[in-house]
């Protein structure tokens, strides 16, 4: 069963970068599946943020597209996700997930709270 | 962007009541749609992928329904722990979207 565990800081301040880990047991990352970003904020719900394969193919959302990266480290068995110039706006929580079959998040991590204030 | 709705955005019900929720895409979507259940303070945990798949440990009273552009998420026997929110999600294209939410409470 895979499990999916995230890790980063709960406090990022305006105009820096959020950086979060997502560390992946019972599951390579080198499998077919991709690996994604998702957050929750009360204002705007669901919202998928991007995707990644472990071949370096990337898929974001064009809201967010310019400020995203996704990157696969199949040798930690890990994925990352870092967002530049953050704003109040980008406060939510950040879950990493695994997509499954039908294209669906099939896996979810914890969550994390990440707020964005000086 | 391919936008869903959901209706109703909440509801009330009793245990053992029959539930159903319906999403409705702003286009075809064929049948690339997903269901979710969110309980507070949790992630979200899928339930049925591709309209009307289960999936692996999720219990039968749980079924979906539809094609193109109108899908419904059916509860059969509402038990005490199914007193949640529900999303429906789309993966024909990207930017892949979600519902707005469907809260289900009890009467």
């Known amino acids: 069963q895979v499990q999916l565990k995230q890790s980063g800081p709960g406090l990022v301040k305006p105009s820096e970068t959020l950086s979060l880990t997502c560390d992946v047991s019972?599951?390579?990352?080198?499998?077919?599946?991709?690996w994604g970003w998702i957050r929750q904020s009360p204002g705007k719900g669901l919202e998928w943020i991007g995707s990644?394969?472990?071949?370096?193919?990337?898929y974001y959302n064009p809201s967010l597209k310019s400020r995203v990266t996704t990157l696969a480290d199949t040798s930690k068995n890990q994925f990352f996700l870092r967002l530049s110039s953050v704003t109040a706006a980008d406060t939510a929580i950040y879950y990493c997930?695994?997509?499954?079959?039908?294209?669906?998040?099939?896996?979810w991590g914890q969550g994390i709270l990440v707020t964005v204030s000086s | 962007d391919i936008q869903l709705t959901q209706s109703p955005s909440s509801l009330s019900a009793s245990v053992g009541d029959r539930v159903t929720i319906t999403c409705r895409a702003s286009?075809?979507?064929?049948?690339?749609l997903n269901w979710y259940q969110q309980r507070p303070g949790r992630a979200p945990n899928l339930l049925i992928y591709?309209?009307?798949s289960l999936q692996s440990g999720v219990p039968s009273r749980f079924s979906g329904s539809g094609s193109e552009t109108e899908f419904t998420l059916t509860i059969s026997s509402l038990q005490p722990e199914d007193f949640a929110t529900y999303y429906c999600?789309?993966?024909?294209?990207?930017?892949?979207?979600f519902g707005p939410g469907t809260k289900v409470d009890i009467k």
């Open positions: 019972g599951d390579s990352i080198s499998s077919a599946s991709y």
């Open positions: 999600q789309q993966s024909y294209t990207t930017p892949l979207t």
């Open positions: 997930a695994r997509f499954g079959r039908g294209n669906s998040f099939g896996s």
């Open positions: 286009q075809s979507i064929a049948t690339y």
């Open positions: 591709a309209v009307s």
């Open positions: 990644v394969h472990h071949s370096g193919t990337t």
